[in-house]
């Protein structure tokens, strides 16, 4: 009775595990954050903060667009270049996360938040 009782609790912490896994899909700079408020909140941003990914299917400058949110406020985008397939993951349903890789103060705007996105599975 014991051996089934622990083989039901590992088979459930398994798959406990399994519902939280996370695979690192992609690493880039934030784009475009001189033109929103990321001066306004970056003081209270943090490494590892949550960021919230919309896709923008009628974005005028790009038709890919992923816009990334910290907190609900809109802080930049994915860059161009590296936007194709997470733009058609989340067309897709993927489960993507993303969050705050890295933070600096630096005057390149490119340079001053590095967003990791991750695939949850």
């Given at each position: 009775?014991?051996?089934?009782?622990?083989?039901?609790?590992?088979?459930?912490?398994?798959?406990?595990?399994?519902?939280?896994?996370?695979l690192l899909?992609?690493?880039?700079?934030?784009?475009?954050?001189?033109?929103?408020?990321?001066?306004?909140?970056?003081?209270?941003?943090?490494?590892?903060?949550?960021?919230?990914?919309?896709?923008?299917?009628?974005?005028?400058?790009?038709?890919?667009?992923?816009?990334?949110?910290?907190?609900?406020?809109?802080?930049?985008?994915?860059?161009?270049?590296?936007?194709?397939?997470?733009a058609a993951?989340?067309?897709?349903?993927?489960?993507?996360?993303?969050?705050?890789?890295?933070?600096?103060?630096d005057p390149?705007?490119?340079?001053?938040?590095?967003?990791?996105?991750?695939?949850?599975?």
């Amino acid at each position: 009775m014991r051996l089934l009782a622990t083989l039901s609790l590992l088979a459930w912490l398994g798959n406990a595990a399994a519902q939280s896994l996370q695979l690192l899909i992609q690493t880039m700079p934030l784009a475009g954050s001189q033109y929103y408020a990321l001066a306004e909140v970056r003081p209270r941003m943090r490494t590892g903060d949550a960021l919230t990914l919309h896709r923008e299917t009628d974005n005028r400058h790009d038709r890919l667009a992923v816009r990334v949110d910290w907190q609900g406020r809109p802080i930049g985008y994915l860059p161009r270049a590296g936007n194709r397939v997470l733009a058609a993951a989340l067309e897709r349903g993927e489960r993507l996360r993303a969050r705050v890789g890295a933070l600096a103060d630096d005057p390149d705007p490119w340079r001053r938040v590095v967003v990791e996105v991750y695939l949850e599975l």
